[in-house]
């Protein structure tokens, strides 16, 4: 799709506030090209040498007209606004919706945070679109009704009119396809800078030594420089734009001068008609220069709409249907579960059979790229496998409702990690069913009581995004007592403890593999207290169980 058409299908979802737009446009043109009119008319009145009352109305009405055009573009700019409040609520949901539903293999050749970067393209869209849908319609409206106009005064201005169509029509067609190819390049070296300012931003402690501090400073000189270059290609080509439309203004201005002064001569113009008219060639060639300088603003809204379409183009996960059967125990079984990374070899996962029951204490071991990371993302739901099944207590014979099965899950695997908000928002999650028993009971299960009530606001306190204000081992708690609070049937933890005392793990650990809860537990971590108090391990090796045990 390209980002034309993807700009048409935004203007689409409003078109009506855009019908309304083009509507003032129309009779704003009308009204400002009929100034002239009026003008004309006062000039021939002032040649007669007389104050008359046809002389004051007219004063009034071209008076009344520049109100009346200023109150429709007030209209015009209430629109607008409409608009562009339309398009930022509409992008940002889309974001929201969109950037957790991404497929999981979808994103291996993105990082998540720049593609959430491209929401401030939103901005640039609702700007560049107010001024694109005002000035580009007004202006090409001027043109039209003002190359109508001036053909009633002489043939000549018909001929006028051609060439500037096709004037415009070539400075268009000579350099669109290299405006729009520089704006995406300057564009996407203007990401590559923001996201290496936020890899520094987020390795700040590393970048305080002398030598990377230097090689920082380095690879932002490197991109900066790409930037620039593809800036200044891209200011070439506008101001090869404005220069055509210089030498356009020059000819035209030339001509029509000469042109109008001769016809005055010649008795075919009277005065009034030749000022009427040098005043509408003006508003014609300011109506062009405003085309010409919004080129400018429409490179830069169809590379936004392009960089933003990246987003909106990445394949999602189905919705699916709301009455989906309700678990109350969950048997989850993998059959000849396979899955392969592109361009590597050795499957990660390769022909897997496991049966896990509901209540069973399953520590998960193996030695680095054994397939353990992967296997805890196809239990939790959020990586699909290449081969095999994953089934749920009836055996596969009805479809499995993935949204339904993540719901009695929590996870604590790689990438889960607290945002920024309140402590409360980061263990409740929004969920309506928690209860303050629930979050107390959660607390106190993941000794977290003691540390919330040191806390200046307690558990309203606010933390930054990943926790960057709090210890390890706390974050880990929180993550847990997030995990607990709903109480699901199943959790999946990747070394839920292994940040801790040992005296605080196993103590959490003894909560968690307790017989009173009937959650199921996977589990994976160097602590050895969890393989000696669970009833089930495997052991992994290249994506296959090597070993099973049970005790």
Not at 154 to 176: E, R
Not at 264 to 269: F, G, L, P
């Amino acid at each position: 799709m390209t980002p034309l058409i993807r700009f048409y299908n935004l203007l689409r979802l409003d078109r009506k506030d855009v019908y309304q737009i083009v509507f003032y446009a129309i009779f704003s043109g009308m009204i400002s090209l009929s100034l002239p009119l009026g003008i004309q008319a006062i000039i021939s009145f002032i040649q007669s040498g007389k104050i008359t009352a046809s002389w004051v109305v007219l004063i009034v009405l071209v008076v009344i007209g520049v109100a009346f055009g200023g109150i429709l573009s007030l209209m015009q700019l209430r629109i607008t606004e409409s608009l562009q409040q339309k398009i930022f609520i509409r992008s940002s949901f889309d974001f929201a919706y969109r950037l957790p539903k991404f497929k999981f293999d979808n994103c291996a050749s993105f990082y998540p945070p720049e593609l959430a970067n491209r929401f401030f393209d939103t901005l640039t869209i609702q700007k560049g679109t107010s001024k694109l849908l005002i000035d580009f319609s007004a202006a090409f409206l001027q043109i039209v009704f003002g190359v109508l106009l001036l053909s009633l005064y002489h043939p000549f201005f018909i001929l006028f009119g051609f060439l500037l169509l096709i004037m415009l029509y070539l400075i268009f067609k000579l350099s669109y396809v290299s405006g729009l190819e520089t704006s995406l390049m300057e564009s996407k070296y203007k990401y590559k800078v923001a996201g290496w300012l936020q890899e520094i931003a987020r390795n700040y402690l590393t970048f305080k030594n002398k030598n990377n501090f230097g090689f920082a400073l380095q690879k932002n000189d490197d991109l900066v420089s790409g930037y620039l270059g593809y800036r200044e290609k891209h200011f070439n080509v506008i101001k090869r734009q404005y220069i055509q439309l210089i030498g356009f203004k020059m000819l035209i201005t030339a001509c029509l001068l000469s042109i109008g002064g001769y016809l005055v001569i010649t008795m075919e113009m009277n005065i009034g008609q030749f000022v009427a008219a040098e005043i509408i060639i003006l508003l014609v060639i300011n109506s062009v220069e405003k085309i010409i300088l919004g080129l400018e603003t429409f490179y830069d809204v169809l590379t936004s709409v392009e960089k933003i379409g990246l987003v909106a183009d990445m394949e999602i996960e189905e919705a699916e249907k709301e009455n989906a059967k309700a678990y109350k125990e969950m048997h989850i079984e993998l059959e000849d579960v396979t899955y392969t990374i592109p361009r590597v070899a050795n499957p990660i996962i390769d022909d897997l059979n496991l049966k896990i029951k509901q209540g069973d204490r399953l520590y998960v071991c193996g030695e680095n790229q054994s397939g353990m990371s992967t296997l805890f993302r196809i239990l939790a739901g959020v990586q699909n496998p290449d081969q095999g099944t994953l089934y749920v207590n009836d055996g596969g014979y009805t479809k499995l409702s993935m949204d339904q099965y993540r719901s009695n899950i929590r996870t604590y695997i790689h990438g889960e990690s607290l945002f920024e908000g309140t402590l409360l928002d980061n263990i409740v999650m929004g969920n309506p069913a928690v209860t303050q028993n629930d979050v107390r009971w959660a607390i106190e299960s993941m000794k977290l009581h003691s540390f919330i009530k040191n806390l200046p606001d307690g558990i309203e306190t606010h933390i930054q995004s990943e926790g960057n204000n709090l210890p390890t081992s706390i974050i880990q708690r929180i993550i847990l007592a997030r995990c607990i609070v709903a109480k699901p049937l199943v959790l999946l933890l990747q070394h839920p403890t292994d940040q801790m005392d040992d005296s605080i793990a196993n103590e959490i650990i003894d909560f968690l593999l307790s017989k009173e809860h009937k959650w199921t537990v996977v589990v994976s971590s160097k602590n050895n207290y969890w393989r000696d108090h669970c009833n089930h391990t495997i052991t992994l090796k290249q994506g296959r169980i090597i070993d099973e045990k049970n005790q």
